[in-house]
């Protein structure tokens, strides 16, 4: 049991590059959520999806697009990076309110540092 | 808009030390106060409250959550060089989403 895997762990981009986070977890969770965190700012929501070919719009959304494609899969698009897109990524993820023993707990991955110059 | 407010923002602290960190918070559709502890990497749970007044106890960390005075602390005692971290405190509400406070960050020296 894996938990909530991210990969890449480190990338250097240029601006105006694109690239794709890829966030995986083996729990069957429902919810999925990709947040960034800057220095000071704490967690950040950017996108987030409560189940398989959905998604929604989190705090700060603008610069980045995510697809829902496979319930264990939550990937996050930078089409043209910049600078200020600077961060660390994390993914998490959580059952549906609905499930049994529901406590709100996010399950984290270990997060991916992206460096635009 | 759903806010959490955390302080202090930094401590520095001795083995054996007792600290106290704070989180504030305004959010619609209040439904639980998680805190986490992060180290190097990812944030890990700690605890999860939701009912006024009953503390959460684990070891020496415990917390605490006021719903009328929209606030939480979490105490550590016997403090150890381990217990160096940044400590989020964050806020869910009904639709599932956190919000998260900007962290305390501990250290601990020998």
């Known amino acids: 049991n894996a938990g909530v895997t991210q990969t890449p762990k480190f990338r250097v981009l240029k601006t105006g590059q694109s690239m794709t986070l890829l966030c995986a977890q083996d729990?069957?969770?429902?919810?999925m959520y990709w947040y960034r965190q800057d220095p000071g700012m704490g967690l950040r929501l950017i996108h987030y999806?409560?189940?398989?070919?959905?998604?929604a719009k989190g705090e700060v959304p603008d610069g980045y697009n995510v697809s829902r494609l496979k319930k264990q899969n939550f990937l996050l698009g930078l089409e043209s990076a910049a600078p200020s897109q600077t961060s660390v990524y994390f993914c998490?993820?959580?059952?549906?309110?609905?499930?049994?023993?529901?406590?709100?707990?996010?399950?984290f991955g270990p997060g991916t540092r992206l460096t635009v110059l | 808009e759903d806010k959490v407010v955390q302080s202090p923002l930094s401590l520095v602290v001795h083995e054996g030390d007792t600290v106290t960190l704070n989180c504030s918070y305004e959010?619609?559709?209040?439904?639980?106060l998680l805190w986490y502890k992060q180290e190097k990497k990812a944030p890990t749970f700690l605890f999860m409250l939701?009912?006024?007044?009953i503390e959460k106890k684990s070891g020496r960390l415990s917390s605490i959550l006021d719903k009328k005075e929209l606030f939480s602390i979490l105490n550590i005692t016997a403090t150890q060089t381990g217990d160096s971290a940044v400590y989020l405190c964050?806020?869910?509400?009904?639709?599932?989403?956190?919000?998260f406070g900007g962290g305390t960050r501990l250290m601990v020296k020998p």
């Open positions: 939701t009912s006024s007044g």
């Open positions: 998490a993820s959580t059952s549906s309110p609905w499930t049994s023993g529901f406590n709100n707990e996010q399950f």
């Open positions: 964050a806020v869910a509400n009904a639709g599932n989403m956190l919000t």
């Open positions: 999806s409560v189940g398989e070919g959905t998604t």
């Open positions: 959010v619609t559709n209040f439904r639980s």
């Open positions: 729990m069957n969770h429902e919810y």
